[in-house]
Structures are given as C-alpha cells and as structure tokens.
C-alpha cells in the first residue's frame, strides 16, 4: 500500500504477555479513546492466551471471542483495528524466548502460518482492520526474516487476499525491512529514540540503569534523530511502501516536562511527513491513564488518573 491513512490513537495491551498482562479488553477504554478524537487501535497479543497448552496448534474458541468482542467494540466506535502478534509461535522481544525459532525452524513457521491463516479466515472482509504479523522483528537476517515472512503473508492472503497487511521494521522497528518490498505490504517503525531518553530507568532493560536522567529535549535533538532515524523511512515511503509509527512513548521514570518536550516535537515531525501513530500504552506506565508519575499532577477522570497534559498534546497532533 503506497500510502496509509494517518491514524492516531493507542496500543491496547490488555492481551500482550499470557503471565502479567492478560486481562479483558474494556468497552469503556474504545468509548473513550472514540470521544477524544482518535481513530485507531493496535492489539498487541501474546498467542498463547488463545492456544492449547498441550497443542500449539490448537486455537482455543472463548479466547478468540474475546477478540472478536473487540474488534466490533473498535468499529462501533469507528477505530481502525490492528492485530498484532507480540508473541508469535517461534518469535518474541518479551521473555521467555520461544523454544523454537521462526527463523530456522518448519515447525515455527508452519505452526505461525497456521494461526494467521486462522485470523484471515475469520475475519475474511472485515473492513477496518489491519493484521501486523509479528512485533519488532530482530537479530536476524534480511534472508531468513524474508522467508518466514513471505510464508505468513501468503497464508494470509491464500484465505483473504484483501487484507491489509502492515510488518515491522528490522532490529526492532528501525529499519526499513527492503526485503519485502516485493510482498506489496505496508511497514510499521518505532518511536523510541533516542533510547536513553525513551526507557530511562526501565526495569527490563540491563543497561537503563546506567543511563543518564534526560534534563532537556531541544529541537535540535529532534533534527538530528529524524535525520539519523527517520529519513531512511521517509526514502523507503518513495518506493510505494506506506508507513507508520506503530509504537512510541516515554517511560514513567523519564521526567514529565522532557517527556511532553520530545513528545511534542517527533509529533511535529511525523505530522508532516503524513505518518499516524500509536502510543504505548493506553493506560500503564507510559500512557495517558494511570502512568503512576511521580511529577504529574493528575486529574481524576472516571475513577482514573488522567495525564491531561499528554491528552492535550496528543489531541493537537
């Protein structure tokens, strides 16, 4: 797809780890992001809430109703919907790692094709709704990674030859994956830079703690890192392949006001070349609702702490 619409909203990560993340999508969360003027979520899940745990090719129907629930919650309220597997069978940035790989395993392949294939079966002709196959693909090659993922965008397109399909960039989202240019899919990027400033003290990652507090967020930063990380996308865009910024955001432990800062000018920046968005999250540690800051003065909305400041400027971008 040569160019995407310009979505604006949140990953909704109720269903993103099977152990501590793994809770019922909310009606009230679709209503309200419809209400604040946004038009789009992203799911991204973990696939084995929905499989048998003695058969990994097994889909469990209650789980995947719970999904379809969410899906008609996002088109009563006129959002776009992506799914995304987080943790797709042979691949995952999270932990544990999958026991097998997906990009030198059949078993992995084929087992990851068979549960995509299933998702374009049962949402054949949905209108609204994006498939993102698999988050953040990293340490692997241009080869292997396009291999895998001309198997899985075939098996989707085998049940529904329709649908949109949206992939990841390499090395987590940073890198236009030209590999696939001839897939005809749309790509997805990350908004995690620099990263210091991003996951400043954040508890998975080894080195957060050695990173220094971030004081400031100048426009100048901004140029240099749209210059560094971002043009190579807008040159990528030129060759027919839309794209987005599937994810992005700030830690909780990142200071508020440096947080607002950069926020403000990457959102400057991704307006104008035409790209939507999607924070990470939508409530927790880097969202508008209940990011426990120690620097924010909160506003109570529904019984939740509400991050206006970051709302506003969401709003206005």
């Keep these: 797809m040569s160019k995407l619409p310009r979505w604006r909203g949140f990953n909704l990560d109720n269903r993103f780890h099977q152990d501590y993340a793994n809770r019922p999508f909310r009606r ?10 946004f038009d789009f979520v992203r799911f991204p899940m973990d696939y084995r809430i929905w499989t048998d745990k003695g058969d990994w090719t097994r889909l469990l129907e209650p789980e995947l109703k719970k999904i379809d629930e969410a899906i008609d919650w996002a088109a009563r309220n006129k959002l776009h919907a992506q799914l995304n597997f987080h943790r797709a069978p042979g691949y995952t940035v999270n932990v544990p790692p999958e026991a097998k790989s997906l990009w030198r395993d059949e078993d992995a392949v084929n087992v990851c094709c068979l549960h995509w294939a299933a998702f374009a079966k049962r949402y054949k002709g949905r209108p609204n709704l994006s498939f993102n196959p698999l988050n953040e693909p990293a340490n692997v090659g241009a080869e292997p990674h396009k291999k895998a993922m001309t198997r899985i965008v075939e098996a989707i397109r085998k049940e529904d030859d329709k649908r949109l399909i949206i992939c990841d960039g390499r090395d987590y989202g940073a890198v236009p994956a030209e590999e696939l240019l001839s897939l005809n899919v749309a790509h997805s990027t990350r908004g995690y830079q620099p990263f210091q400033l991003t996951h400043y003290l954040a508890e998975w990652v080894a080195v957060a703690k050695n990173f220094p507090k971030p004081e400031r967020f100048e426009p100048r930063q901004a140029d240099e890192i ?14 027919g392949v839309g794209v987005m910024v599937g994810e992005f955001g700030c830690y909780n432990k990142t200071p508020h006001a440096v947080v607002l800062s950069w926020m403000e000018e990457m959102l400057k920046r991704w307006k104008t070349a035409g790209w939507g968005w999607a924070l990470w999250n939508y409530r927790g540690t880097f969202g508008i609702l209940d990011s426990n800051r120690s620097d924010v003065q909160y506003r109570d909305y529904k019984g939740q702490k509400l991050d206006q400041a970051m709302l506003n400027l969401l709003r206005q971008h």
Excluded at 226 to 239: H, L, Q
């Design 28 to 37: 009230e969360d679709f209503d309200q992001i419809a209400e604040w003027g």
């Design 226 to 239: 749209w210059d560094r990380y971002y043009r190579p996308w807008i040159e990528f865009e030129k060759k």
